[in-house]
């Protein structure tokens, strides 16, 4: 049995969601990989950078407080590095520094930051290669639902040439809410009950988060170098409430969806906006908080549909696990 050092940078749901889950996985890690997780670093804006490589108690974290990232990078002795912090959508700060020095310490790098992925991807993926390590980053974009791995693992020269999605549930359940009536204030007041939304929900409502997701996917899956500035983008409060509840009546309800696609030209264009779906197509599926990831490849003539109904937070923190189960399977 081979002790792993495990460390959190950022300690909130998903990070308390990760801890717990590898509590529940002891034994299949045991079984199945040979590891035992020992957690020797957690750092937070509320905790501060807390290491101790004896050990540090995730349920009541203690330990020594470091100044920086490199300091308990070095008391922690990290051998991997789960990240789940804030997201900044327009340069992947400070998530990729931390990557960074992650890597540079000789740790693998499990992310669910998908700011990094826009920004670092290759500087990243390549820094990992040089260290012997691996960044992975499976819960960047549809939570635990395998997108990245999936096309890596499983659909080797498809010929992918187009990705669409609806990638974020609070913009549905505005929409929803419109469509039986309420108003755009209410929709939001339920995806925050819900715990779907942020205090300050534009980020879903305008199409951010779904444009980075978007650039994300198209850096990785298709060679691209986008931007979020790169990506057409309008939300959801471009629509009336009238036309939302229209289009409900008439069977053909709006979904903010994203969607990049390869030119003629070989060009890569991308825009993010609410668009009709038909019922019986691949974004007929979604409602609440329900995601879909549509592939299309020269082998699957109608697409391939990954869809994720009502994930959450060990959602997410499964698609860390997972990585982490890959890395240990490529490097034991």
Known sequence: MRELRVAFLGFGTVGRALHALLERRRDDLARELGVECRVTGIASRRLGWLADVAGVDAVQPGGTDHTDVHAWLAASDADVVFEAIPL????????????????????????????????????????????????????????????????????????????????????????EAIERGATLADGVAEAQRLGIAEADPTYDLDGWDSAVKLCALANVLLGGTLRPQDVQRAGIRSLSEQEIRRAASEGRPYRLQGEVTRTSRGDLEARVAPMQCRLDGPFGVVHGASLV????????????????????????????????????????
């Open 293 to 332: 990831m549509h592939y299309e490849a020269d082998v699957f003539p109608g697409g391939l549909t990954v869809t994720s109904h009502e994930p959450d937070a060990v959602t997410t923190a499964y698609g860390m696990l997972a990585d982490l189960a890959a890395i240990l399977k490529r490097c034991p």
């Open 88 to 175: 900044d959508p327009m340069h992947g700060q400070p998530a990729l520094d931390y990557l960074r020095a992650a890597l540079e310490h000789g740790a693998h790098a499990i992310s669910a930051n998908k700011g990094p992925v826009v920004h670092g991807y290759r500087e990243l993926t390549a820094l990992a290669a040089t260290m012997r390590r691996e960044y992975r980053f499976e819960a960047a974009v549809m939570d635990g639902a395998p997108v990245f791995s999936l096309v890596r693992e499983c659909l080797p020269m498809s010929g992918l040439h187009a990705i669409r999605g609806v990638f974020t549930s609070t913009a549905t359940v505005v929409l």
